[in-house]
């Protein structure tokens, strides 16, 4: 399943790193740094797939050179709290193909150098082997100065500026996310990503009428494990798997984590069968079925779906289950900071269900009541015509 993600670092002097080492651990290359007098040697790192520098077209040869860049950028700042290169943190498709991932990495970095009029170097990286294999990212460093033919020059205000700043990462963050998509669809996925807060997303199902949607948003952004929870985690998942037996989360983030996944995993199910129902109703009364006929062409679209068929009685205990995680392992959240928990939501919404079912079967007996009196009033019509008047 897509997921969205883009953050912004800085590389800061006060925090006792360098330019030239982050670029030399995020390439798996070697770096000696004229500044520090260290060699930042990291060609041991395993899992970077491809490594590329971008640079504006006026910009000197040694830009296209990883040691001379950021050697460049070291040497340019001299105070002792400077920030001497920006960080982007992209989250790539699983979806996509090796080449796909790099091509829209490529084409981001493309879209900072001619916005901002820096260089960036991109790093590819691969999921660790003791992680989540659909981890493919990517680590973009720029120069915070612009580079043009005279070298490293102003300062990018532009995105240190309070004001100017959060807009503009907002920006990048826009078109992010219309990469993604563009590369998704034309590589055949129907998986989609949004880089919009969950409260947006949510406002915008729920005026559009699409109150399944809106419910599927309404919950905690997912939580980003890291490398040792992600270890422990993956490890737990494959002994499961070994043993055949369903996986329990070992850490707190964890089975947050978990929790909200397969609640998204369960309103994706859902919606889709609402979906395949609702294409198969419409095409019955488009051919001119009633209503009744339509719905039961309905129910046998969903009958027949390849997917795992799940009872309702099956959905609900699932749904319990993702509601009855234990809110005790948050203490990050005060006691009534949501208007309602999410099982109070889930029990919302079987409600509502159910009632839309009795309502809509009541509907179906009047239906077919009334298909029967018209049944027998041609009946009684085609008697009379015949001279067979009872």
């Not at 006060?14 to 070697?30: E, H, I, K, L, P």
């Not at 290169?85 to 992209?90: H, S, Y």
């Amino acid at each position: 399943m897509a997921s969205y993600h883009l953050s912004v670092k800085t590389i800061k002097r006060s925090a006792g790193r360098s330019a030239t080492a982050a670029a030399a651990y995020r390439s798996a290359s070697v770096i000696a740094c004229d500044r520090e007098g260290r060699m930042h040697d990291y060609t041991a790192k395993r899992g970077v797939e491809a490594c590329f520098i971008l640079a504006p077209k006026d910009a000197p040869d040694w830009a296209l050179d990883r040691a001379a860049l950021w050697n460049a950028a070291e040497a340019r700042e001299t105070r002792s709290n400077s920030v001497t290169a920006r960080e982007w943190e992209l989250a790539l498709p699983s979806e996509l193909s090796d080449a796909a991932r790099i091509e829209i990495a490529r084409a981001f970095a493309a879209q900072l150098v001619e916005r901002y009029g820096v260089a960036a170097d991109v790093a590819i990286h691969a999921p660790h082997r003791e992680g989540d294999q659909r981890n493919h990212h990517a680590h973009i460093l720029t120069t915070t100065r612009v580079l043009s033919a005279e070298g490293l020059t102003d300062k990018t205000r532009i995105l240190d500026a309070a004001s100017t700043g959060g807009p503009e990462i907002e920006a990048m963050r826009g078109y992010w996310a219309e990469l993604q998509n563009h590369a998704l669809e034309l590589a055949g996925q129907e998986e989609r990503v949004d880089h919009r807060s969950l409260e947006v997303q949510r406002e915008i199902a729920l005026s559009m009428g699409d109150t399944v949607k809106a419910e599927e948003l309404d919950r905690e952004p997912e939580l980003k494990l890291g490398p040792a929870a992600n270890a422990i985690e993956r490890r737990a998942q494959l002994a499961a798997e070994a043993e055949g037996r369903d996986y329990e989360p070992l850490t707190q983030r964890g089975a947050r984590v978990h929790a909200v996944r397969q609640a998204k995993a369960m309103f994706a199910e859902m919606r889709g069968r609402l979906e395949l129902a609702r294409d198969a109703w419409a095409e019955a009364r488009e051919e001119g079925q009633g209503h009744v006929s339509a719905g039961l062409a309905a129910l046998r679209a969903v009958a027949g779906r390849q997917a795992k068929e799940l009872d309702p009685y099956e959905i609900k205990e699932r749904l319990a289950m993702i509601a009855g995680r234990e809110q005790a392992e948050e203490h990050d959240h005060a006691p009534g900071q949501a208007s309602r928990d999410i099982r109070g939501r889930l029990a919302d919404v079987l409600g509502k269900a159910r009632a839309e079912d009795q309502e809509r079967e009541k509907a179906r007996q009047k239906e077919r009541e009334q298909e029967l009196d018209e049944e027998c009033r041609r009946q009684r019509e085609r008697h009379r015509d015949l001279g067979w008047e009872l």
